[in-house]
């Protein structure tokens, strides 16, 4: 199989699209869809609908045990990123073979688009449905931004990766904040309408869901992928055409494990970024329902927050690109892990619904900088014609974080019976994390991708 793939190098990509203003909006625009769904759905709205109308006050049993929501969301989680972890390798290397970005990017986001128009019309009681769908619509989204990821060193000029990046999580955040501000409106305003508060939680997780699948097609009418026609290996020997692009996926992920492990600053970034990125995931994913199950905060409180953590992450975002320019890209993403840092030891202290209010200010300045910053750095330390493929191990990273930080917020929580011992403990992802990127040599990571 190694000689059939000397035989059969991947395509170069990127020399027709690279800095075209167009197919740039066109990436950026999908940061703008879906963050509508990561945060009405998966950060909002669902948690707190889960906790407070899906699962039973007293918790839902599985087997001979009872397991809080908060417990339960974790697991979600997890099992989301989970799948993810084992897909996208083999997904990224047939991706780069037969330039099937775009159409992976899209099956993966209607699978997410339609599982959450369906978890709009779960009601009380209904949580094995909930689960299933929510599970999916993650695996949707997750897999989706794995081939997004994936178009940046495609799209970027050389120089301008921690610009675009950048500019892909503003036009995010600023999506994300308009539509979950008409979702807060709806809320706020449920009697007005004359609709129950569990109605319009529903209406507003489904708003989100059409406004990701709609705001989607400006991203399928401006972003453009050089095309290859390429003899599949495996056609040769007359084996299936599945069973081929299974075979040489394979291949390709055990190729790509070696060569990461000759890219010395790439891998120890990816080493990195997996541990800092736990506590990153988990704060985003766990922090509606510690407000609600831990601070027993009003669902306004709660909203009012996490609006305020969009907005803020916008200017962020740009903040932590300028800061780069001045500093270089490790440093910036080392000085957000530092605020991180005394994100998670404030959360253990605090109590009211100002504290909160200002712990989302803080933790929307980072936001956006630690996120953007960290896919820019990595795009320029990996081999661009093999972007997919690299992409799939970062989403691989990324989400396998999202399975370890979640799953240990929720036993420390089930164990201890309090969320405050198991946000504290995320401090220890972001001081591991910071340990190890101090040993990456930028320059030297960007040199060894180039040879």
């Not at 989706?144 to 994936?150: E, I, L, R, S, T």
């Amino acid at each position: 199989m190694s000689k059939l793939l000397k035989k059969s190098p991947l395509p170069a990509t990127g020399q027709t699209v690279r800095g075209d203003p167009k197919v740039i909006f066109g990436w950026a625009m999908y940061d703008w869809a879906n963050s509508a769904y990561i945060t009405t759905v998966a950060v909002a709205i669902l948690p707190l609908y889960f906790a407070t109308v899906v699962v039973p006050p007293q918790g839902f049993i599985i087997g001979d045990t009872i397991y809080a929501a908060e417990t339960l969301w974790g697991f979600m989680v997890s099992a989301a990123a989970l799948v993810i972890f084992l897909l996208a390798p083999g997904l990224g290397a047939i991706a780069d073979f037969c330039s099937a970005k775009k159409r992976f990017l899209f099956s993966f986001c209607y699978l997410g688009v339609v599982s959450s128009i369906f978890l709009s019309f779960c009601g009380k009681g209904n949580v094995w449905p909930t689960i299933i769908l929510f599970v999916i619509s993650q695996i949707g989204f997750v897999g989706a931004n794995v081939f997004y990821d994936a178009f940046l060193p495609q799209i970027a000029e050389s120089g301008q990766e921690d610009w675009i990046s950048s500019k892909g999580f503003a036009y995010g955040y600023a999506g994300g904040a308009i539509q979950f501000c008409t979702a807060l409106i709806l809320l706020a305003c449920h009697d007005f309408f004359r609709l129950s508060q569990p109605e319009a939680a529903r209406i507003g997780m489904l708003s989100a869901a059409l406004w990701w699948g709609g705001f989607a097609l400006i991203t399928a009418r401006y972003l453009k992928e050089p095309q290859s026609v390429r003899k599949l290996p495996g056609k040769d020997k007359n084996i299936p055409n599945n069973f081929a692009y299974l075979v040489f996926g394979v291949s390709r992920v055990w190729q790509t494990l070696r060569q990461v492990s000759g890219l010395r600053n790439t891998a120890l970034f990816l080493a990195s970024f997996l541990i800092y990125n736990e506590g990153i995931q988990t704060v985003i994913l766990m922090a509606t329902i510690y407000g609600k199950q831990e601070l027993h905060l009003s669902a306004t409180a709660l909203m009012i927050t996490l609006l305020l953590v969009q907005v803020v992450a916008v200017p962020g975002s740009l903040f932590f690109a300028w800061i780069s320019g001045k500093t270089g890209t490790k440093k910036a993403i080392m000085l957000s892990l530092l605020v991180w840092c005394g994100v998670v030891v404030y959360a253990y202290f605090i109590h009211t619904a100002t504290e909160y209010f200002i712990l989302g200010a803080i933790a929307g300045l980072v936001l956006g900088g630690s996120q953007a910053m960290s896919r820019s750095l990595y795009s320029s330390m990996i081999p661009m014609n093999s972007a997919a493929e690299f992409f799939g191990f970062y989403s691989v990273v990324n989400k396998f974080s999202a399975v370890w930080g979640p799953f240990i917020f929720a036993m420390i929580r089930h164990w201890s019976g309090s969320s405050r011992n198991a946000i504290l403990s995320l401090i220890f992802f972001f001081i591991l994390g910071i340990l190890l990127l101090t040993m990456v040599d930028e320059k030297r990571g960007r040199e060894t991708a180039l040879e």
